[in-house]
């Protein structure tokens, strides 16, 4: 412990000596966060420097191994990191899904070609790198997916319309779900790629959401040759893969959602929720007046707790050498109910407020929360759907026949 | 404040699990309700489990205790909790005992803790009244100056293991209007002092509660418990710690009706399959499961957060304390709704675990009393 007290020490000098001052309390979300690659924009110039300094230190991913251009930090000092970070209110140098999807599932499955060329590109930033699972009639049954992979030589050649692919249209590499065998058993035909969406035959459109936004793309691939040295594990073998980074990706989710958060620490005494319902609805001498939405806040408060010291927890026992315990199951399809169920509870606080599209007549700050609220409904669908989730935690947890 | 189990605590539950497998099934809980035991639990069995070192966990060694915490206390009283065990944990460790660790004077700790931690006293904290509800200032007991002590007037309900309790921690008033926060003390009163009467009550759970009346029972300086005035203070603090505790209690018995009704989902069979298949089911069986997951990190910080004397104990007791009971009330609930027909019948095991959540939720504050508090602490 005395160790970890030492790193904490030095971890705070480099910290407040290296940190440019003007990043304090920018956010790491989809708006202002550090995403990197090829069309990189920073919310100030100064995250770029923050994005350099930290990746020479290894620390845009903690916990990978040096080699690869990570910290090679243990559970424990990743998480002393963290929380010296917060203190300062730094934002995470680099966010996306190099980091949180591809970089794990590479470690996991890469060859050492694979770890060599992509981890340390990943770790400063370079690429940004997208996902492509679903497909038009591919959804919450993932393994019907039809794009096709037929072989030549020493190359996959790649037709099909993958969809849902986030930010697609600001990525540079995509890691893709393709049917290489259409004889086999649906979930042993499939093969992990990794395609350079530079190649010829890769076009990008955005899709409009209902909050009239677009996170998300349609991909397309027309004939698009990909070397057979970018099929990460065996050919045929990427339903393996596919569930090892959906379990990736729903930790991550959990992890946005609230649970990262960290249970060891105070829930604020004003989170925006209860701030909005002040607002809208008066303070009513320290007491939200309407009795019943303040029950409903308060349950969603409460929930929200709940959540993040079951993430500390699942955390906590890992760190003490727990394999990973069946709570960590539960993450995806808790967080994102939560998360949206405070979407609803916010704009049923604002009460007329919140039903402005645009325009005048309407606060800036208000329209924000009212789109975010139809961005939130697809919380439960992206990712795989809570009713998957619960099949999931039906089967694999509590061991309920087909 | 890791939310993990020390090895030491690992080993304790599962030493735990064995004993109460061994000597307290489900089985003895109902041959104690059907023979209507005088006693109401086996003192015999809670003097053994004073012999392991369980009702002294946490106690000073001083007093004969283990010196250890909440964090122990815990996965024994879950452990009790999965087979509806009735021994005295609540009245006399988290209760009785609390109020005299927390607020008691050196003579009366020094008379009454060992022998608690002995297994040979039993004690309560009688506060609840006809309209408290939950709120523990709502006292109307009164307590009226006599000589240099008081006289006690009022009538407590529903005190647990009142009628076998050697000792009782009574909430009086000794100023103040009838819910004022300030003006409430608490009292040692012995079995048997005159004036005191107690009746045995029958709940839905089976389990010990009596009607305590005062009726102008002597008390002297010497049994005030805490300052004169200030109980309602030592009051809420005793009630935090049991409420930590009846959580634990609480996730056992709801680990246990779920377990139980997951085996039945895979072994009844209608339409040809087991009931389990079908996905209305599964769906159900799943958000138990995360009900229970997400009680059991609570009801871990909660306990850490007593033995740390954390800043944020109130909310963190609040939180366990509203989860708990909802997700006891809904898992026990749902298990008789699975279970189906057997599931309404007397036979079935189930049915006490339902029983127990109904007493558990409303016994310390119910979810939305907690959720009320929770806003309060947090300043809406």
Redesign the interface.
């Known amino acids: 412990m005395a160790d970890l007290e030492t790193f904490r020490r030095e971890t705070r000098e480099w910290l407040t000596k290296h940190a440019p001052s003007q990043i304090a309390g920018i956010a790491s979300n989809d708006l202002e966060g550090n995403w990197g690659g090829k069309k990189a924009t920073y919310a100030v110039p100064e995250m770029k420097t923050w994005l350099e300094v930290m990746a020479a230190r290894g620390w845009t991913a903690p916990s990978w191994p040096q080699e690869y251009g990570g910290g090679g930090l243990s559970g424990a000092e990743a998480k002393v990191l963290a929380q010296e970070m917060a203190k300062l209110r730094l934002p995470a140098p680099l966010i996306g899904f190099g980091l949180t999807m591809i970089g794990p599932t590479l470690l996991q499955f890469g060859t050492e070609e694979q770890k060599r060329e992509h981890l340390p590109k990943i770790c400063r930033g370079e690429i940004r790198w997208c996902q492509g699972y679903s497909e038009p009639d591919a959804g919450s049954d993932l393994a019907s997916l039809k794009t096709r992979a037929i072989r030549d030589g020493d190359h996959f050649v790649v037709t099909g319309t993958k969809v849902w692919t986030s930010y697609a249209d600001k990525a540079d590499w995509i890691f893709a779900l393709v049917r290489s065998n259409p004889q086999a058993k649906k979930q042993e035909g499939i093969t992990f790629l990794l395609v350079d969406m530079s190649t010829p035959g890769v076009s990008v459109r955005p899709i409009l959401l209902i909050s009239g936004k677009s996170p998300f793309c349609e991909t397309h691939f027309e004939n698009v040759r990909v070397p057979i040295s970018n099929v990460v594990h065996k050919i045929d073998a990427g339903w393996t893969v596919a569930k090892a980074l959906l379990g990736h990706e729903r930790s991550m989710i959990a992890d946005a959602f609230g649970g990262g958060q960290g249970?060891?620490q105070?829930?604020s005494?004003?989170s925006a929720l209860?701030r909005l319902?002040?607002e809208h609805l008066g303070d009513g001498a320290?007491?939200?007046p309407d009795p019943i939405l303040?029950?409903q806040?308060?349950?969603e408060?409460?929930?929200t707790?709940?959540?993040a010291?079951?993430v500390?927890?699942a955390k906590?026992?890992a760190?003490?050498g727990?394999r990973p315990g069946?709570?960590s199951s539960?993450f995806k399809?808790?967080a994102t109910e939560l998360n949206m169920r405070r979407h609803e509870l916010m704009v049923k606080a604002m009460g007329p407020a919140g039903l402005g599209w645009e325009g005048p007549g309407f606060d800036e700050g208000d329209l924000e929360v009212t789109r975010d609220w139809l961005r939130s409904r697809g919380n439960s669908i992206e990712g795989g759907t809570s009713?998957v989730?619960?099949?999931i935690?039906?089967?694999r947890?509590?061991?309920?026949?087909? | 404040?890791?939310?993990?189990l020390t090895e030491d605590q690992d080993l304790l539950s599962k030493t735990a699990a064995d004993f109460v497998a061994e000597h307290s099934p489900v089985s003895r809980f109902r041959k104690l309700r059907d023979t209507r035991d005088a006693t109401g639990f086996s003192r015999e069995l809670w003097k053994e489990m004073a012999g392991l070192g369980w009702v002294g966990i946490p106690f000073p060694e001083e007093f004969g205790g283990a010196g250890l915490g909440f964090a122990e206390l815990a996965v024994v009283l879950e452990q009790l909790g999965r087979k509806l065990a009735p021994e005295p944990f609540l009245s006399t460790v988290l209760l009785g005992g609390q109020a005299l660790l927390l607020g008691g004077s050196d003579a009366q700790k020094k008379e009454w803790l060992p022998r608690l931690v002995s297994g040979d006293a039993i004690l309560s904290v009688a506060y609840q009244e006809a309209k408290s509800r939950y709120d523990l200032r709502h006292v109307t007991t009164k307590a009226e100056k006599a000589g240099d002590g008081w006289t006690l007037t009022g009538e407590k309900i529903q005190v647990l293991d009142a009628h076998v309790a050697d000792a009782l921690v009574v909430a009086a008033r000794t100023a103040g209007g009838e819910t004022d926060a300030e003006g409430i003390t608490l009292f040692l009163v012995r079995k048997g002092a005159p004036g005191l009467s107690v009746e045995r009550q029958s709940r839905v759970d089976s389990r010990n509660a009596g009607l305590v009346r005062l009726a102008g029972v002597r008390v002297g300086p010497v049994d005030v418990v805490g300052e004169v005035g200030r109980g309602g203070a030592l009051l809420e603090r005793v009630v935090d710690r049991a409420s930590a505790g009846l959580c634990a209690e609480m996730l056992g018995s709801m680990q246990q009706a779920a377990e139980d009704t997951?085996a039945y989902?895979?072994t009844r069979v209608q339409f040809g399959?087991?009931i389990?298949?079908f996905?209305a089911?599964?769906?159900r069986?799943?958000?138990m499961?995360?009900e229970l997951?997400?009680?059991?990190?609570?009801v871990?910080?909660a306990v850490r957060a007593v033995d740390a004397n954390d800043e944020?104990l109130e909310?963190l007791v609040s939180?366990a304390k509203?989860?708990c009971s909802d997700a006891g009330v809904l898992i026990a609930n749902e298990a008789v709704q699975m279970h189906g027909g057997v599931g309404m019948t007397d036979e079935y095991d189930v049915g006490f675990y339902m029983k127990r959540a109904r007493v558990a939720e409303m016994t310390f504050g119910d979810a939305?009393w907690h959720?009320?508090r929770?806003?309060?602490l947090?300043?809406?």
């Open positions: 249970g060891g105070k829930t005494r004003g209860v319902a002040r320290g007491r939200i303040r029950d806040i308060a349950q408060e409460l929930d707790r709940a959540f010291l079951t500390q927890r906590d026992g760190k003490a727990h069946p709570e539960i399809v808790y009713e989730q619960l099949n935690i039906a089967k947890v509590l061991g309920l026949p087909d | 404040m890791d939310l993990v997951f989902l895979k399959v087991p389990g298949s996905q089911l599964k769906h069986a799943a958000k499961y995360i997951e997400l009680a059991r990190s609570c871990m910080a944020d909310r939180l509203a989860r939305t959720r009320d929770f806003a309060r947090s300043g809406y």
